[in-house]
Antibody, heavy 118, light 112 residues
Framework: QVQLQESGPRLVKPSGTLSLTCTVSGGSVNTYYWSWIRQVPGQGLEWIAYIHDTEPANYSPSLRSRVTISLDTSKNQFSLSLASVTTADTATYFC????????????WGRGTPVTVSS | IVVTQSPDSLAVSLGERATINCKSS????????????LAWYQHKPGQAPKVLFY???TRESGVPDRFSASGSGTDFTLTITSLQAEDVAVYYC?????????FGQGTRVEIK
């Protein structure tokens, strides 16, 4: 079955860039929407962005100025880049399938914790 | 669209009923197809969140039938009719009517 696995540095310095990759196994990234979602400690789930192989990416308005999502179909991966991080970006980051209108998140990764600290 | 859950947490005895409410600031019922664009998820610590219901009340394959979901428009309910120990988790509702997905703040379910 299709599985998602997040990877990337667990510690990022303030003002730096958080970079994560989600590897999709057991299926193709083509034709689906893929999202990044985070959970700040003590808070709920926050959708960050989604990407599709034939449509423009879409971003949360609150993070749009700092976020880039990209898709590498040759590696069956998609990635997140979050610039100018602060301690408020400390969170567990999840990758998931879905996110556009008319589609729920039907598959998720286990999440990877990222701490922003000097 | 803002999605608000209640309560934030609840403690229920094993075998008893747990009820979680979800309210949307705007209707998530799409009239042309009469579907509610709302999903429910279960999230256990250290695990991937799991979808329980979509289209408001369509059960995902493999979800035990002690879980049920109902509602339409702006008001929705997730019910666990006979709470089991493995149901301890945080539950979220989420609207997907537009391209800005929004989750409720989550409801933590514990054993009393």
């Amino acid at each position: 079955q299709v599985q998602l696995q997040e990877s990337g540095p667990r510690l990022v310095k303030p003002s730096g860039t958080l970079s994560l990759t989600c590897t999709v196994s057991g299926g193709s990234v083509n034709t689906y929407y893929w999202s990044w979602i985070r959970q700040v400690p003590g808070q709920g789930l926050e959708w960050i962005a989604y990407i599709h192989d034939t449509e423009p990416a879409n971003y949360s308005p609150s993070l749009r100025s700092r976020v880039t999502i990209s898709l590498d179909t040759s590696k069956n991966q998609f990635s997140l880049s979050l610039a100018s991080v602060t301690t408020a970006d400390t969170a567990t980051y999840f990758c998931a399938r879905g996110g556009t209108s008319s589609k729920w998140f039907d598959l998720w990764g286990r999440g990877t914790p990222v701490t922003v600290s000097s | 669209i803002v999605v608000t859950q209640s309560p934030d947490s609840l403690a229920v005895s094993l075998g008893e009923r747990a009820t979680i409410n979800c309210k949307s600031s705007r209707s998530v019922l799409f009239n042309p197809n009469n579907l509610n664009y709302l999903a429910w998820y279960q999230h256990k610590p250290g695990q991937a969140p799991k979808v329980l219901f979509y289209w408001g009340s369509t059960r995902e394959s493999g979800v035990p039938d002690r879980f049920s979901a109902s509602g339409s428009g702006t008001d929705f309910t997730l019910t666990i009719t006979s709470l089991q120990a493995e149901d301890v988790a945080v539950y979220y509702c989420q609207q997907y009517l537009n391209s800005l997905p929004k989750f409720g703040q989550g409801t933590r379910v514990e054993i009393k």
